[in-house]
Each structure stands twice: as C-alpha cells, then as structure tokens.
C-alpha cells in the first residue's frame, strides 16, 4: 500500500529555516502529484505547497509564497518543502498527501482530492 512518511520537523527560532521531506512507497511516485498541508492547534487543515506530477508546475498559498519552495526528486520517491523566514504563526503539524487520480488532478489547493496522508511532522516557530 501506499505509505508516505515526513521528516525534518523541529523548533526554530523566527526567521530561521527547516526542510521538510517526504519520503512515498508502494506505487511509482513519478506518476501522482504532491501536496503539503498544515494544521494549528484549533485551525483547521489549510493548503501549504503543491506540485504537479512532473515537478515542472509548482503551487502556494499566499501566506508562504516567496518563503516557502516545494520540489520533488522521482528518483528517490521524496518530495521536499524547504521553509525560509519562518514565523510563528507557521507553526502547525505539517503532512505530505498524494491523490488517487494519476498525473494531474483538479485543484491541487482541496484537500479533499488527496486520499494518501503521511502522520505529520511538527514545526514550531518560536518569537
């Protein structure tokens, strides 16, 4: 089956940075796209970074555009979220999610369109 797992969470002070990745099995990776979501405490789950299957076409949300960058390497199965000027209110659970559908789906933004989550890695930005 398939199994996604996430790593590099961690405490950072503002400002600085940490790279997230997200290592897939159980089907060809190169094949489905790649999404980061987050969820705070008391928030619900939001949109963070998506690619498409290729890697060529790339997704934000507005509050980490410019700070964030998503990538992906096919041929070690992992997708990445490199996090620069971090700020607290960046802090959240961060999962990996893959949808069913192969190459491109319909809105990379819903979460609803992904059926594969990793169990999360905590990020917390400290003031």
């Known amino acids: 089956q398939v199994q996604l797992v996430e790593s590099g969470g961690g405490l950072v002070q503002a400002g600085g940075s940490l790279r997230l990745s997200c290592a897939a099995s159980?089907?060809?990776?190169?094949?489905?796209?790649m999404g980061w979501f987050r969820q705070a405490p008391g928030k619900e789950r939001e949109f963070v970074a998506a690619v498409d299957w290729s890697g060529t076409s790339t997704y934000y949300a507005d509050s980490v555009k410019g700070r964030f960058t998503i990538s992906r390497d096919n041929a070690k199965s992992t997708v990445y979220l490199q996090m620069n000027s971090l700020k607290p209110e960046d802090t959240a659970i961060y999962s990996c999610?893959?949808?069913?559908?192969?190459?491109?789906?319909?809105?990379?933004?819903?979460?609803?369109?992904?059926?594969?989550w990793g169990q999360g890695t905590q990020v917390t930005v400290s003031s």
């Open positions: 159980g089907r060809t990776f190169s094949f489905y796209a």
């Open positions: 999610a893959s949808p069913a559908s192969l190459y491109n789906i319909r809105s990379f933004r819903d979460p609803t369109n992904y059926v594969y």
